[in-house]
Nanobody, 117 residues
Framework: QVQLVESGGGSVQAGGSLRLSCAASGSTYCRYGMSWYRQAPGKEEREFVS????????SYADAVKGRFTFSRDSTENTVYLQMNSLKPEDTAMYYC??????????WGQGTQVTVSS
């Protein structure tokens, strides 16, 4: 059974940093298709934050480029989102997503990030 467990969220002041983690278990073939999304308060849809491209290079939404870093550990079972220079507009529930090569998608339960001004 596939599981994604996020951690690392919290409350920080603007300019602060947080590191989110997402630990994946239950699937060997899907772990390369991991990404981060977020859903801000009052918004109905989740927005893309970061992912690895087909060459394993991270790509980022314009809103976080230069401030967030997406990485994974050597086992490739855990991915991280290092978030620096946080802004109040980064406040959201952050979700880890895993997409398998055949299209099946899994989501974690989310971790809350709150940035105060």
């Amino acid at each position: 059974q596939v599981q994604l467990v996020e951690s690392g969220g919290g409350s920080v002041q603007a300019g602060g940093s947080l590191r989110l983690s997402c630990a994946a278990s239950g699937s060997t073939y899907c772990r390369y298709g991991m990404s981060w999304y977020r859903q801000a308060p009052g918004k109905e849809e989740r927005e893309f934050v970061s992912m690895f491209d087909n060459y394993g290079r991270p790509s980022y939404a314009d809103a976080v480029k230069g401030r967030f870093t997406f990485s994974r550990d050597s086992t490739e079972n855990t991915v991280y989102l290092q978030m620096n220079s946080l802004k109040p507009e980064d406040t959201a529930m952050y979700y880890c997503k895993m997409r398998c090569p055949w299209g099946t998608t899994y989501w974690g339960q989310g971790t809350q990030v709150t940035v105060s001004s």
